[in-house]
């Protein structure tokens, strides 16, 4: 069982920026790709960004420019840091994990809650 505790939310003017971390714990952490979803009220949650278990990274083109997703696997920690924040990145950020090997297994936290507003 992998827990996952979501940090760094927040309120954050446009234009600014904010690093949401996600620490992992309960299984080895270098054995999962990592993803940040998010979700606003009566829409689907979406995904972000995402990163091997080799640190390969890729962006949905809305945060691409903007959002960089990293990991630091001494740590068992995600990292999504946010720049140029836009009232549309307004959501609760969620974190994923999935096993890269069998058995897979996928886990969420518990999100953390992002506001975009002057």
């Known amino acids: 069982q992998v827990q996952l505790v979501e940090t760094g939310g927040g309120l954050v003017q446009p234009g600014g920026s904010l690093r949401l971390s996600c620490a992992a714990s309960?299984?080895?952490?270098?054995?999962?790709?990592m993803r940040w979803y998010r979700q606003t009220p009566g829409k689907q949650r979406e995904w972000v960004a995402g990163?091997?278990?080799?640190?390969?990274?890729g962006y949905a083109d809305s945060v691409k420019g903007r959002f960089t997703i990293s990991r630091d696997n001494a740590k068992n920690t995600v990292y999504l840091q946010m720049n140029n924040l836009k009232p549309e990145d307004t959501a609760v950020y969620y974190c994923?994990?999935?096993?890269?090997?069998?058995?897979?297994?996928?886990?969420w936290g518990q999100g953390t809650q992002v506001t975009v507003s002057s």
């Open positions: 994923y994990a999935e096993r890269i090997y069998l058995p897979r297994m996928n886990y």
């Open positions: 309960g299984d080895i952490f270098s054995d999962y790709a």
């Open positions: 990163i091997s278990s080799d640190s390969s990274t």
